[in-house]
């Protein structure tokens, strides 16, 4: 009797340490799982416009493209836009297609050479500075860099 209470006794530990096992590992990869992207270091996401050679010396350019962000176990696309403008096919600048003022989309006046937003009758300048209109600031830009020929931005506005 005490032969297979001891046995009993031994099988249920045996069975009470594989359980445990198990869950071990499943609570592992399942919080690794939930916790890997907080802990995962956020890249920058450079977007690639294309070619430089597609953009004209002087005259801004309307250049569409999607912007796609991660939050942690999300990827999300959106499109958006930006004006591209170089003097000289060396110095580029992306302005933000968002109004200082309350965000409405500008379009480019090539006859007036100026920026017009036609919410409340501003005016910027080939620089993004604001000519006449409430906008507080001149248009916000985007970082731009250069790679192999072809124009990049990160897609995430700053004031100039
Ligand atoms: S949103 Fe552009 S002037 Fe008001």
Do not use: N
């Amino acid at each position: 009797m005490s032969e297979l209470l001891s046995r009993r006794v031994f099988l249920g530990r045996c069975i009470a340490f594989l359980g445990s096992l198990i869950a071990l590992m499943f609570s592992g990869v399942g919080a690794g799982y939930l916790l890997f992207p907080i802990f995962q270091r956020r890249k920058e996401d450079w977007v690639d416009l294309g070619p430089i050679t597609d953009i004209w010396s002087g005259t801004p350019v309307k250049v569409e493209f999607v912007q796609r962000k991660h939050d942690a176990w999300m990827t999300t696309e959106q499109r958006s836009s930006a004006w591209v403008l170089t003097p000289d096919g060396k110095e580029f600048v992306a302005f933000d297609p968002r109004c200082t003022h309350l965000g409405c989309p500008y379009r480019w006046d090539d006859g007036r050479r100026q920026f017009l937003c036609p919410c409340h009758a501003a005016v910027f300048d080939i620089q993004g500075k604001v000519v006449m209109g409430p906008p507080p600031r001149p248009l916000d830009r985007y970082p731009c860099k250069l790679s192999e020929g072809r124009l990049l931005i990160l897609p995430q506005p700053i004031q100039a």
